[in-house]
């Protein structure tokens, strides 16, 4: 089968499978597009006309060369003039749920802790907005909770946040410390990894002579050492041992399969993007028929309806600016089916369109990126975000989640 193929079946599903997506999110789409039909009310035909395209298959033929700030672009919410967002971006099923820097703060002359800080998207006013307090933030499915974690690592206690007061609903106490969070992709779960000691501690490795700045390193293995399995509402559960060695480093978060049966984490080995499954006792198994070709690294994975798998860079091209083409290939064979724009795919808006990282310079100049919507089957991009600014000094990074 063929990439038109693929692409058409596809299509044909999201137009007659509209039953498939999980309860509530049509729910969700709707209360978002009726804010936005408030706001427009003098417009209200077009207004109607961007409603439509928003429930169905976004076709994005019109707006690959629209740049303007702040407007939906046949349903993609796109701000290419915001450098850090400050206004909701989003595209298909997707939206950019939160952003986080990071940042060694310096505790004693030769430790360090590297320091997340947060800005989380307000459903109501569809802004960023940055909080403190939290050392780790996940998103449920829905955008309407989260998980969080208090800042000194490992926690003891799991905070779930209600996004639209952004107040703490209740805390989840555990005996092992946690150090990291995620959601399974139906929203019922939530895995903590859990670690002995802080797993971001840094430690100084070299100094910059004329700026008398350390840089910093990472401890040499892990202090990992298993993971809760949670109800996301009731925060009932068990954990699970798993010993850790040197095929891992530092913070080593684990994640849910597709399924949510499996969880997985990166390991080092002889070639980027290894991963190990285990079952929810712990046990290491081999991975799913449907995710053994994957790459921990690449985060988009798998499209929603299984058929086609996210892999990594495979091949760049000069210009002003480069282009870079990452791989798109059956997750069951592992055979290429095709190559799609973006130098690092991050999260699936549908069956066709995924988000990206794009260079926005030329192959022999830094490397300088922004967020952007490519389509399975064409060459051009839909910028989402600005580019990057002191990528030196700042880098962001995004946290998707479905709504």
Known sequence: MNIEELVRDSLREQASGQASPATGFADRVLAVRRRRIRRLASVAAATAAVVAVAVSVPLLESGRTDVRPAEVIDGTVAHPDQWLPRDMI????TVLA???????????PYRGVARRTYWLLDPQTEKYHMISGYSHVAIAPGMRTAAVLEENLPAHRIGILDLTTGKIQRWIKVQHGVGGLAFSRDGSKLLATTYRENPDVRAPSTVNEKTGEWSWQGPLGSPRDG??????????GRWSSVPSGREINGREDFAFSRTGEQVYSRIVGGRDGLQQFYDLDGNRIAAPANEKYLRSDVDARLSPNGRLAALGLTKEVGGSPGK????IRDPLTGKEITKVRGAQLLAWADDKHLIAWERTTSLDAPYVPRLVLVTIGSDKVVPLSGPYKNIEKVVWKPVFAER
Do not use: I
């Open 90 to 93: 989003a595209a298909g099923r």
């Open 324 to 327: 870079s083409y990452s791989s």
């Open 227 to 236: 993971f809760y399995v949670l109800d996301a509402v009731s925060g009932t």
């Open 98 to 108: 939160a952003y986080y820097t990071e940042q060694t703060v310096p505790t004693t």
